[in-house]
């Protein structure tokens, strides 16, 4: 038995996601009319949604919290990984952002497991119950990501998963002059040291904070 790890290069990215569920027809065309109407294209990457569903269905949830709805590219991937009574409740703090989720959400096979919740998460993530969701997704504004953390903490019940989106700060993580990156390199220190979470860096899309709430 060997300690030694394969680095991730980009070639191992690519022969990843070519081996992994793929986007549907619907999904890209969601993705190619947010970009004209202006969105900035940062959704999760196909084989990530895909990965976060395997998460969900092992972790038999059914009440999912998402903070940073975009586009709902990846609420639509995540609630197709819930059973029919399911939900996802996802907050995004853009009213057009909001608006166009809402409008593609509505023709989506999963329009009845998805609920957006308008305005900014610290101030709606404290209007949900304790212990109400078995897992919750930040991919939000970097800079608040460790207060999401702590009402996610609080949302989510023991067993349940925390996830969050740009472990890597899209591709620039080690750069010290860049704001973003800079906030997410606290946030992983923060989620590494977190005593409540096992968690863990999996390396696809921009890197997946997957944490397991302990007891």
Same mark, same amino acid.
Not at 22 to 46: M, S, T, V, Y
Not at 63 to 73: K, M, N, S
Not at 112 to 124: H, Q, S, T
């Given at each position: 038995?060997?300690?030694?790890?394969?680095?991730?290069?980009?070639?191992?990215?690519?022969?990843?996601?070519?081996?992994?569920?793929?986007?549907?027809?619907? *999904?890209?065309?969601?993705?190619?009319?947010?970009?004209?109407?202006?969105?900035?294209?940062?959704?999760?990457?196909?084989?990530?949604?895909?990965?976060?569903? *395997?998460?969900?269905?092992?972790?038999?949830?059914?009440?999912?919290? @998402?903070?940073?709805?975009?586009?709902?590219? %990846?609420?639509?991937?995540?609630?197709?990984?819930?059973?029919?009574?399911?939900?996802?409740?996802?907050?995004?703090? %853009?009213?057009?952002?909001?608006?166009?989720? @809402?409008?593609?959400?509505?023709?989506?096979?999963?329009?009845?497991?998805?609920?957006?919740?308008?305005?900014?998460?610290?101030?709606?993530?404290?209007?949900?119950?304790?212990? %109400?969701?078995?897992?919750?997704? =930040?991919?939000?504004?970097? @800079?608040?990501?460790?207060?999401?953390?702590?009402?996610?903490?609080?949302?989510?019940?023991?067993?349940?998963?925390?996830?969050?989106?740009?472990?890597?700060?899209?591709?620039? *993580?080690?750069?010290?002059?860049?704001?973003?990156?800079?906030?997410?390199?606290?946030?992983? @220190?923060?989620?590494?040291?977190?005593?409540?979470?096992?968690?863990? =860096?999996?390396?696809?899309?921009?890197? *997946?904070?997957?944490?397991?709430?302990?007891?």
């Amino acid at each position: 038995m060997s300690e030694y790890s394969t680095p991730v290069t980009v070639e191992h990215f690519k022969y990843l996601a070519a081996r992994t569920n793929q986007e549907d027809d619907f *999904l890209g065309e969601l993705k190619n009319e947010a970009l004209r109407h202006g969105i900035p294209p940062i959704w999760i990457a196909p084989e990530q949604g895909s990965f976060m569903q *395997l998460l969900l269905k092992i972790a038999h949830a059914r009440e999912v919290i @998402e903070v940073g709805t975009l586009a709902g590219y %990846s609420a639509i991937w995540m609630a197709r990984a819930l059973p029919p009574d399911g939900r996802v409740r996802t907050i995004e703090s %853009s009213g057009g952002h909001a608006d166009f989720a @809402e409008r593609w959400i509505s023709k989506s096979n999963v329009r009845n497991r998805v609920k957006v919740f308008r305005g900014r998460g610290e101030e709606i993530l404290p209007q949900f119950e304790t212990d %109400s969701a078995d897992a919750a997704f =930040i991919d939000a504004d970097k @800079e608040n990501y460790t207060l999401y953390l702590r009402e996610s903490l609080r949302i989510v019940r023991q067993g349940g998963l925390i996830l969050a989106d740009n472990a890597f700060g899209f591709g620039r *993580l080690f750069d010290q002059k860049d704001k973003g990156a800079s906030a997410m390199r606290a946030f992983n @220190e923060i989620m590494a040291r977190e005593k409540s979470l096992q968690s863990i =860096i999996v390396p696809v899309g921009d890197g *997946l904070w997957v944490g397991l709430k302990l007891s």
